[in-house]
């Protein structure tokens, strides 16, 4: 790269045609990032996508060093599969792109789950390929307790169903979605409603993990950048809780950040930055420089004092984040695209 020229960067974030005319950084909720980025004298520019326009962007992305991408795996019925493959070829051209689809596929994914269930923050958790594998396996694992039985890929609670042996023939059952309520279902019809999921569009398979008694207690979010935790975020989020008497689970409540040097989560930190982010990225084949310029990773109460268990990792569309993330991000990305 010519020592005599900025740098270049893109933030890459879904919209439609106007927003895409219109190009706004003050109007995007990158604002921030935006004058962060070039207070540090880097070049940046938004890049609204959209399928529509795809060929349009990718033009764009050809003439700066470096993009960082945010955009669902699936929203509103949309699917990443035209953005990946245009991400693909343009880091093949030498455009930095994180997350870089591989690595998105690597950690992003409910298979993580499984692949880590035997390191220290790992859980019991079991692929399932097919419905006749669900209904020959799900009722002796929840003979040990509930169970919950998660899509390949998805957010916001999507695709995430909590299901507990009722001391019938009939089942506990709440999808995760807001405003969804507990259901009493045969086995029979839970097949029926998680079909979906095992169609090949669809990933073709679920996470089927252990319940995690402790989600009462919330859910801490570990922003990191690259291998470095850069703020915290904790909330109760209690959409699967057993519903008591017929009445609606507890309410979610905001998610509170905090930077990462807030005492009561400072254990998890030195697990995460000692030894815990090598693990993982050993087990699912990354090397560091392969790990998302901005991540996090969500984080259940073990049952265990001090214990934590991986609920799952986001890399697609990290926001919002902690306040205390912004400076070590730009610093990770300008390092990175003076390379």
């Given amino acids: 790269m010519a020592a005599d020229r900025s740098l270049s960067l893109a933030l890459l974030y879904p919209g439609d045609r106007a927003a895409r005319d219109r190009s706004d950084p003050a109007q995007s909720r990158f604002a921030v990032l935006f004058e962060a980025f070039a207070a540090a004298g880097i070049a940046v520019e938004p890049a609204v996508y959209h399928d529509d326009f795809a060929d349009e962007v990718a033009a764009q992305l050809q003439r700066v060093d470096g ?70 396996e799900l009722p002796q694992r929840l003979t040990s307790g509930a169970r919950v039985l998660k899509q390949y890929r998805g957010q916001s609670g999507n695709g995430v169903w909590r299901v507990e042996a009722s001391g019938s023939a009939l089942l506990k059952v709440r999808h995760a979605q807001r405003g969804s309520e507990e259901e009493l279902l045969s086995l029979h019809e839970l097949q029926q409603r998680l079909a979906p999921y095992f169609e090949p569009e669809n990933g073709g398979h679920m996470i089927d993990q252990a319940w995690q008694p402790r989600l009462v207690d919330g859910m801490v979010r570990a922003y990191l950048v690259e291998d470095r935790v850069a703020g915290f975020g904790h909330q109760a989020v209690n959409a699967l809780h057993p519903a008591k008497g017929g009445e609606p689970p507890p309410a979610t409540s905001p998610r509170l950040y905090h930077p990462a040097d807030l005492p009561q989560f400072q254990a998890l930190r030195q697990h995460l930055e000692s030894g815990w982010i090598d693990l993982l990225r050993e087990r699912v084949g990354l090397s560091r420089d392969q790990l998302p310029m901005l991540w996090d990773c969500d984080f259940l109460f073990g049952e265990q004092p001090g214990s934590y268990v991986l609920c799952e990792i986001n890399v697609s569309s990290v926001s919002p984040f902690p306040p205390s993330a912004v400076a070590p991000l730009v610093a990770a990305v300008k390092a990175r695209l003076g390379r």
């Fill in 67 to 136: 993009v960082l991408v945010w955009c669902n795996p699936i929203e509103a019925g949309r699917r990443r599969d035209r953005l990946d493959a245009m991400l693909r070829e343009l880091a093949a051209g030498g455009v930095f792109v994180s997350t870089h689809p591989d690595t998105l596929l690597k950690l992003g994914t409910k298979d993580v789950l499984v692949a880590v269930r035997d390191l220290p923050f790992g859980s019991d958790a079991v692929r399932v390929d097919n419905l006749a594998q669900l209904a020959d």
